[in-house]
C-alpha cells in the first residue's frame, strides 16, 4: 500500500505554488466576511463631520452618550411640589435637596479635570510660563511671610470645572465651513525624529497607540519611546479585569488589540475619565451599591466579573464569558455600565466594550435589553442585568433588533451567522487566551 495520499499531494502542491511557504493564515488573521459600514456616522450620516472609522462621531457622541449621568432624562425626581412644599415621595429623605444645600454645596473638581496627560507626569516649560504669567506681578501673590503662592488650576478647589460648550454655540460653529489649512503637503511626514519625540512626550496611552500605526518610522519611535511594561501598565488601568494567560508577549502590539477590540473608542476614554455627576450621593445608593459590590467580590455568579472604576462607583467594568455551546464560547467580553445617582430607582447605562456580533447589540454597543430599558424594577440589581445579557448570547430576541440585517441573517441563515459570530470572537474576544 502506497503511503503517498491524495492530501499529502496535495500539500506538497501548496508547497511549490507557495515557494515553499504555507500562507495559511490562522482565525485572528483571516479577514472578517462581515463588517459594520463605519465610513460615515450611523446617526448624523455625517453631516457633523468624519467619524473617522468610529461608528458615531464626535458631535453625536456628546449629544446622545454623556458622560454626567445626570443630563440622562430621569422621571423620578422631575417632580412637582404642592403648596405645603411636600411632593409625596420625600422618602428616603436624602434623596431630595434643599435649596439651602444646594446653594451651599462646594462643586467638586472632576478627577479629569487635574490629571495630565503626559507620558512622563511632566509639564512643559511654557506652561510654566505662561502660568507664572498670568499670575501677575512677583508680589501679587505672596503672603506677609514673603513665601509665593502661584494658584495653578489644577490644585483643587481653585476653579469649578469647565462648563459643556453652548448648544447654539456649538451648532454654528460645525454649520460654519471653515477654510483649508495653509499648510505644506507632506511636512508632517518630513518632521525630525526630535520634533516628534518632543510631540509624544504630551501624548497620553492611546493617542500614542494610534501614532504607532501611522507609519513604521513612527511605530518605531513609539516604541522607542515607551517600554513595554509601560504598555502594560497601560492596559492595566484601561482594562482592569482583563487576566491574560501568558505574559511574555509584546505589550504594545496585545495594548493596541484591545483598542481595536472596542466597538467605539468614544466609551473607552468616557469610562477612563470618570467624570462624577451633578448632584450629591445618597446612602440609598451607596449602601445599595456596597452590598451589591461585596456580593459580586464573595460570590460572583459564574463567567461574570464587575468592578467599580471611581470612588463614587458611577463607572464600572464588567466582563461576560460567553455560554458553553454559543458562538461566544470561549470569549470574554468587557462591558462599560455607568450607574446614576438616582439608582436604584433608574436603571444603570450599559454597553458592550468589546464587539460582538449579535442581533440585540447594536454597533456602537448598545444592548437591546428590556430590563433596562422599559421593565427596571428595585429588585434587579448590576448583577442580575449582567446575568440577562448573558443569557441574551444564548437565545437572542430578534422581533425587535438593534441590528436588523443581523437579526435577518440569524432567522433565515443560522449556520452562516454562527460561524460569523464565532469569528468575531476569535478576534476580538479571545485576547486573554491568544499569545499575540
Same mark, same amino acid.
Given at each position: 500500500?502506497?503511503?503517498?495520499?491524495?492530501?499529502?499531494?496535495?500539500?506538497?502542491?501548496?508547497?511549490?505554488?507557495?515557494?515553499?511557504?504555507? %500562507?495559511?493564515?490562522?482565525?485572528?488573521?483571516?479577514?472578517?466576511?462581515?463588517?459594520?459600514?463605519?465610513?460615515?456616522?450611523?446617526?448624523?450620516?455625517? =453631516?457633523?463631520?468624519?467619524?473617522?472609522?468610529?461608528?458615531?462621531?464626535? %458631535?453625536?457622541?456628546?449629544?446622545?452618550? /454623556?458622560?454626567?449621568?445626570?443630563?440622562?432624562?430621569?422621571?423620578?425626581?422631575?417632580?412637582?411640589?404642592?403648596?405645603?412644599?411636600?411632593?409625596?415621595?420625600?422618602?428616603?429623605?436624602?434623596?431630595?435637596?434643599?435649596?439651602?444645600?444646594?446653594?451651599?454645596?462646594?462643586?467638586?473638581?472632576?478627577?479629569? #479635570?487635574?490629571?495630565?496627560?503626559?507620558?512622563?507626569?511632566?509639564?512643559?516649560?511654557?506652561?510654566?510660563?505662561?502660568?507664572?504669567?498670568?499670575?501677575?506681578?512677583?508680589?501679587?501673590? $505672596?503672603?506677609?511671610?514673603?513665601?509665593?503662592?502661584?494658584?495653578?488650576?489644577?490644585?483643587?478647589?481653585?476653579?469649578?470645572?469647565?462648563?459643556?460648550?453652548?448648544?447654539?454655540? $456649538?451648532?454654528?460653529?460645525?454649520?460654519?465651513?471653515?477654510? /483649508?489649512?495653509?499648510?505644506?503637503?507632506?511636512?508632517?511626514?518630513?518632521? /525630525?525624529?526630535?520634533?516628534?519625540?518632543?510631540?509624544?512626550?504630551?501624548?497620553?496611552?492611546?493617542?500614542?497607540?494610534?501614532?504607532?500605526?501611522?507609519?513604521?518610522?513612527?511605530?518605531?519611535?513609539?516604541?522607542?519611546?515607551?517600554?513595554?511594561?509601560?504598555?502594560?501598565?497601560?492596559?492595566?488601568?484601561?482594562?482592569?479585569?482583563?487576566?491574560?494567560?501568558?505574559?511574555?508577549?509584546?505589550?504594545?502590539?496585545?495594548?493596541?488589540?484591545?483598542?481595536?477590540?472596542?466597538?467605539?473608542?468614544?466609551?473607552?476614554?468616557?469610562?477612563?475619565?470618570?467624570?462624577?455627576?451633578?448632584?450629591?450621593?445618597?446612602?440609598?445608593?451607596?449602601?445599595?451599591?456596597?452590598?451589591?459590590?461585596?456580593?459580586?467580590?464573595?460570590?460572583?455568579?459564574?463567567?461574570?466579573?464587575?468592578?467599580?472604576?471611581?470612588?463614587?462607583?458611577?463607572? #464600572?467594568?464588567?466582563?461576560? %464569558?460567553?455560554?458553553?455551546?454559543?458562538?461566544?464560547?470561549?470569549?470574554?467580553?468587557?462591558? =462599560?455600565?455607568?450607574?446614576?445617582?438616582?439608582?436604584?430607582?433608574? /436603571?444603570?447605562?450599559?454597553?458592550?466594550?468589546?464587539?460582538?456580533?449579535?442581533?440585540?447589540?447594536?454597533?456602537?454597543?448598545?444592548?437591546?435589553?428590556? $430590563?433596562?430599558?422599559?421593565?427596571?424594577?428595585?429588585?434587579?440589581?448590576?448583577?442580575?442585568?449582567?446575568?440577562?445579557?448573558?443569557?441574551?448570547? %444564548?437565545?437572542?430576541?430578534?422581533?425587535?433588533?438593534?441590528?436588523?440585517?443581523?437579526?435577518?441573517?440569524?432567522?433565515?441563515?443560522?449556520?452562516?451567522?454562527?460561524?460569523?459570530?464565532?469569528? #468575531?470572537? #476569535?478576534?476580538?474576544?479571545?485576547?486573554?487566551?491568544?499569545?499575540?
Amino acid at each position: 500500500m502506497s503511503l503517498i495520499t491524495p492530501e499529502f499531494l496535495d500539500y506538497i502542491k501548496k508547497l511549490e505554488d507557495s515557494d515553499d511557504k504555507l %500562507t495559511s493564515l490562522s482565525p485572528i488573521e483571516r479577514p472578517l466576511e462581515f463588517e459594520f459600514n463605519n465610513s460615515v456616522c450611523s446617526v448624523c450620516n455625517g =453631516y457633523y463631520g468624519p467619524s473617522f472609522g468610529e461608528p458615531v462621531c464626535v %458631535t453625536c457622541h456628546a449629544f446622545l452618550f /454623556p458622560e454626567f449621568q445626570s443630563y440622562l432624562p430621569c422621571s423620578y425626581f422631575c417632580t412637582e411640589k404642592t403648596d405645603d412644599g411636600d411632593s409625596g415621595n420625600d422618602e428616603p429623605s436624602d434623596l431630595n435637596f434643599s435649596s439651602e444645600k444646594k446653594l451651599n454645596k462646594t462643586f467638586p473638581i472632576p478627577a479629569w #479635570w487635574r490629571i495630565r496627560t503626559s507620558l512622563d507626569s511632566e509639564t512643559s516649560p511654557e506652561d510654566d510660563a505662561s502660568r507664572a504669567s498670568n499670575s501677575g506681578p512677583s508680589g501679587c501673590g $505672596s503672603s506677609g511671610s514673603g513665601s509665593s503662592a502661584i494658584k495653578d488650576p489644577f490644585i483643587p478647589g481653585y476653579a469649578p470645572p469647565p462648563q459643556p460648550p453652548n448648544l447654539s454655540w $456649538s451648532l454654528q460653529a460645525l454649520t460654519t465651513p471653515r477654510l /483649508p489649512d495653509n499648510v505644506p503637503f507632506g511636512i508632517v511626514e518630513h518632521l /525630525p525624529s526630535e520634533v516628534l519625540l518632543c510631540i509624544f512626550r504630551y501624548l497620553d496611552d492611546m493617542s500614542l497607540c494610534a501614532c504607532a500605526c501611522v507609519c513604521t518610522r513612527w511605530q518605531r519611535l513609539v516604541r522607542a519611546r515607551v517600554p513595554l511594561p509601560r504598555w502594560a501598565a497601560f492596559a492595566a488601568a484601561r482594562w482592569p479585569l482583563f487576566r491574560p494567560m501568558f505574559t511574555d508577549f509584546d505589550w504594545q502590539r496585545k495594548y493596541q488589540s484591545l483598542v481595536e477590540s472596542c466597538f467605539c473608542r468614544n466609551c473607552l476614554v468616557q469610562m477612563c475619565v470618570q467624570a462624577p455627576p451633578n448632584g450629591e450621593e445618597s446612602a440609598w445608593r451607596r449602601n445599595r451599591l456596597r452590598s451589591e459590590l461585596k456580593m459580586l467580590r464573595n460570590d460572583p455568579p459564574e463567567g461574570i466579573a464587575a468592578t467599580p472604576l471611581d470612588a463614587k462607583c458611577c463607572h #464600572w467594568q464588567a466582563s461576560v %464569558t460567553g455560554p458553553a455551546g454559543s458562538p461566544y464560547e470561549g470569549g470574554v467580553f468587557y462591558l =462599560y455600565v455607568q450607574v446614576p445617582y438616582s439608582y436604584p430607582m433608574s /436603571p444603570p447605562v450599559v454597553r458592550f466594550l468589546t464587539r460582538i456580533l449579535h442581533p440585540n447589540v447594536s454597533r456602537h454597543g448598545d444592548v437591546g435589553i428590556d $430590563s433596562v430599558h422599559h421593565n427596571w424594577s428595585l429588585a434587579l440589581t448590576i448583577s442580575k442585568v449582567l446575568i440577562s445579557i448573558q443569557s441574551l448570547l %444564548t437565545d437572542p430576541y430578534t422581533n425587535v433588533c438593534m441590528e436588523p440585517e443581523l437579526g435577518e441573517m440569524y432567522v433565515k441563515d443560522r449556520s452562516k451567522f454562527e460561524a460569523l459570530a464565532r469569528q #468575531w470572537t #476569535w478576534k476580538y474576544a479571545m485576547l486573554d487566551v491568544l499569545p499575540f
